[in-house]
């Protein structure tokens, strides 16, 4: 077996817990190095997983010699971190939103496409054991003709207590919002259900959060180009109307309107996409990793393959690194982010 690609994180934030923990599971890479300009949480990181520490990407770039660098941190320094690998010849696995700017997501593709690296977009729903469950089956033709697929996280306790993003992740007056809202969490589902029906977004209507300003109820309808719609509806500040029967046990961790849940905990509001065709529907509990099928025969549960989140980030990661080591085009490129992009500022250019 080859020596295992090198890699170093860039952002030890929250979520970059997950991908090094993911990432153990691993043998085909050693991520050796992380870089954050906050010392104490970079510290304590750095001890936990055993990486050298440095308090910049570029000080990392200079010193390490990596295949891969995994950009974690907020949206708004995106574009900074990846030309810099870009420009050191390392390959760049980016965190989602790859930016909230069109001429940012392109100026990094053009960046990686000038100096021969691959630039992977994290889509990381693509590689959710359910929802890969889902579009096998989607395409398979077992819902027949899709016609409609939905998402939302509404709840919340209150307009007091509001997941809102910090200018640090999306800068004053542009578009931003909650964790749970459209900028940082609906840019999944864009990508997700166009995916899961191989159709591109034809139009799109809604209305979406600016940070700094008063917060409101988010949505976005898209048509696709085969005739389907898709819907996303976010609120976090308001309170839930669910009973408390209508959860379930998630199978995996993940996010949720009330914030991150542990693996096997009871969510009252699980995450779900809901896909409804004219031969039968599909709930798919994403990080509950449950999969729910209705037709005229009734309902059941399937099963579902593979492991829950945080697997996920294990199957994009050993995805990328294939790639990488084989020379292969990146599994889902910058062009999807830039895709996803572009269908979500649209929400406000029509606004």
């Not at 809102?164 to 864009?190: E, N, R, W």
């Not at 159709?199 to 209507?205: A, D, E, G, M, Y």
């Not at 809604?206 to 898209?222: C, D, H, K, L, V």
Request: with cysteine; proline share 7%; net charge negative.
């Amino acid at each position: 077996m080859s020596e295992p690609l090198r890699v170093g994180v860039i952002g030890v934030g929250a979520v970059a817990q997950v991908h090094l923990q993911a990432y153990r599971e691993l043998p085909t890479i050693k991520v050796v190095a992380a870089a954050d300009p906050q010392a104490e949480r970079l510290a304590e990181v750095a001890s936990s997983h055993s990486l050298r520490a440095y308090a910049s990407a570029e000080a990392m770039l200079a010193a390490e010699k990596l295949d891969i660098a995994c950009v974690l941190t907020p949206t708004a320094a995106h574009e900074e971190a990846t030309v810099a690998c870009a420009r050191a010849g390392v390959n760049v696995l980016c965190e989602k939103p790859l930016s909230i700017s069109i001429d940012a997501c392109e100026r990094m593709i053009a960046a990686c496409r000038e100096h021969g690296v691959l630039l992977g977009y994290g889509a990381s729903y693509r590689f959710l054991p359910a929802v890969i469950e889902a579009r096998r089956l989607i395409q398979s033709g077992a819902l027949g003709d899709v016609l409609l697929m939905r998402e939302f996280a509404v709840g919340g306790t209150g307009p007091a207590h509001r997941g809102t993003l910090g200018p640090h992740h999306f800068p004053l007056g542009g578009p931003g919002g909650s964790g749970m809202g459209l900028i940082d969490h609906g840019v999944h589902l864009i990508d997700t259900f166009s995916w899961l029906i191989d159709s591109p977004i034809r139009s799109v209507l809604g209305r979406g959060n600016i940070a700094g300003q008063t917060q409101r109820p988010e949505f976005m309808a898209m048509e696709f180009a085969n005739g389907a719609i898709g819907h996303l509806l976010y609120e976090d500040g308001t309170f839930p109307t669910e009973l408390p029967a209508e959860g379930h046990f998630s199978w995996g961790a993940g996010w949720d309107v009330s914030g991150f849940v542990e693996p096997g905990n009871w969510q009252s509001q699980p995450g779900c996409i809901h896909v409804h065709g004219t031969a039968g529907a599909l709930r798919v509990l994403h990080y509950g990793n449950h999969i729910y099928w209705t037709t005229r025969h009734g309902t059941r549960q399937l099963p579902v393959p593979g492991p829950a989140m945080p697997g996920n980030f294990t199957m994009q990661m050993a995805a990328f690194a294939e790639a990488v080591r084989t020379g292969q085009p990146a599994p889902v490129p910058g062009e999807i982010g830039l895709a996803a992009c572009r269908a979500l500022l649209s929400v406000y250019a029509n606004a």
